[in-house]
């Protein structure tokens, strides 16, 4: 960089755009993974999610002061490469220098006390995961959700940053910038908020749903001895997603049923047709297992989890993602979750 009487030769926006641009291309021939921040519009966020973190950024005295020098960049196109890992946050940043800055950012994990009193909260409120993600829930969870030292998001003693800039200041503009990142990347997929704080998602609505169970079921007039096994006809007549297990307070059948047998020239043809004489094809293996999943997700299941407990390749899962929404089999119901279609 240029500078003149000891100041900074000035740079347009459009030469740090163009300049992010560039090495963004440089950058992508090397890593093809690489996951840039790229605002649609001037808002860095437009979801609850992706605002409420810019807004928890900037509430804090710690940070108002120097936040803000983190806006032009990601508006601007300077954050290069950001990626959410549970607890932690790796960014590439590009600066005034030719080589994008290296920025670290970890965050301790909710408080254990705080997560309970969170979940509580949310005990009768939260009957929706569409809702939780959308930012569609009642104001007082919002209010429980932001609320400053005990809430969901986390406050400055929790963050911890690094930054590969010679910069002095304690949060320097690349750093600024990947928080502001974080913000914009929560719009695409605000589960990875979770992610990122290390706890589990189903277990605000967990409750919701045994308290559910147990109050609809008190008001039957009449109490079946049988055991309503498919849980979907319950959840379509009272209008409620049900998680997994028994309904709280059944009655399982104490019919005694009949255990089939399969006679033994019959089990061994059985045998000897699944003993695979060739090798399945892999592709149709994969999909079949990532639609197991799915199926098994009344509520609905994020890309990320997805990745997580399938255990195959994130491209993978995103291709037979976008295949089966191709051929109708799952839809959208927020974003980057999605749910089985009945």
Same mark, same amino acid.
């Given at each position: ?35 840039? @921040? ?65 920025? $670290? ?117 009449? #109490?079946? $001895? ?25 009655? #399982? ?5 009949? #255990? ?17 004489? #060739? ?21 609905? @299941? ?23 929404? $191709? ?16």
């Amino acid at each position: 960089m240029s500078y003149y009487y000891g100041f900074p030769q000035y740079v347009s926006v459009g030469e740090k755009r163009a300049k992010a641009e560039k090495k963004l291309k440089q950058l992508r021939k090397k890593n093809p993974g690489i996951q840039p @921040i790229v605002l649609e519009g001037s808002a860095i966020a437009k979801t609850w999610w992706g605002k409420e973190w810019n807004k928890n950024l900037e509430r804090y005295a710690d940070y108002s002061n120097r936040i803000d020098r983190g806006r032009s960049y990601v508006r601007h196109g300077a954050v290069l490469d950001l990626k959410i890992k549970p607890g932690q946050v790796e960014a590439l940043v590009q600066g005034s220098r030719s080589k994008p800055y290296a920025v $670290s950012i970890s965050i301790d994990p909710i408080p254990r006390k705080n997560w309970t009193e969170i979940k509580q909260s949310c005990k009768g409120r939260m009957d929706s995961l569409k809702k939780l993600i959308a930012g569609e829930f009642p104001k007082a969870l919002g209010d429980v959700f932001t609320r400053q030292g005990n809430g969901l998001f986390p406050v400055p003693k929790e963050i911890h940053f690094e930054c590969s800039c010679p910069d002095w200041a304690s949060m320097c503009k690349h750093v600024a910038a990947t928080l502001y990142g974080v913000g914009a990347r929560l719009d695409q997929d605000p589960n990875l908020f979770f992610v990122l704080r290390k706890v589990d998602i189903n277990d605000l609505i967990t409750e919701t749903v045994k308290e559910s169970k147990k109050e609809l079921l008190s008001k039957a007039k009449k #109490k079946t $001895s049988r055991v309503i096994e498919n849980e979907s006809g319950l959840s379509d007549m009272f209008g409620i997603d049900f998680g997994e297990g028994d309904a709280p307070g059944t009655v #399982k059948d104490s019919t005694p049923k009949i #255990k089939k047998t399969v006679p033994r020239k019959q089990a061994i043809r059985k045998t000897v047709s699944n003993t695979p004489g #060739k090798r399945k094809n892999r592709k149709l293996t994969d999909t079949t297992k990532i639609e197991k999943i799915i199926r098994s997700r009344r509520i609905g @299941i994020s890309v990320s989890e997805l990745i997580k407990t399938s255990g195959m390749e994130a491209q993978k899962v995103r291709n037979i993602v976008f295949q089966l929404k $191709s051929r109708k089999k799952i839809e959208s119901i927020a974003r980057g979750i999605y749910q089985w279609v009945k």
